[in-house]
Nanobody
Framework: EVRLVEFGGGLVQPGGSMRLSCVASGFTFSSYAMSWVRQAPGKGLEWVAARASGGSNTRYSDSVKGRFTISRDKANRTTYLQMSGLEPDDTAVYYC?????????WGQGTQVTVSS
């Protein structure tokens, strides 16, 4: 069974940093792309960042480019989202997503609140 569990959310002040983790199980971690998606209060889902299954191919939305970094640790089956220069508009529930040929799988999400 595919399982994705996010960790690391919470409250952070504007300009601060935070790292989210997504621990995966139930599939061959190195075979598929992983991404982060967020949903701000009252808004739809927004894709944030993605990292390919192999190599270092990464992509970011324009809203986070230069501030967020997505990485993967194959040994620990974990995908990270390092966030810096956080802004109030980054407040959202953050989800990690596994993309496979037969569909997408999602974690339960973790709340990130940027506020002073």
């Amino acid at each position: 069974e595919v399982r994705l569990v996010e960790f690391g959310g919470g409250l952070v002040q504007p300009g601060g940093s935070m790292r989210l983790s997504c621990v995966a199980s139930g599939f061959t971690f190195s075979s598929y792309a992983m991404s982060w998606v967020r949903q701000a209060p009252g808004k739809g889902l927004e894709w944030v960042a993605a990292r390919a299954s192999g190599g270092s191919n990464t992509r970011y939305s324009d809203s986070v480019k230069g501030r967020f970094t997505i990485s993967r640790d194959k040994a620990n089956r974990t995908t990270y989202l390092q966030m810096s220069g956080l802004e109030p508009d980054d407040t959202a529930v953050y989800y990690c997503r596994l993309t496979t040929p037969w569909g997408d799988y999602w974690g339960q999400g973790t709340q990130v609140t940027v506020s002073s």
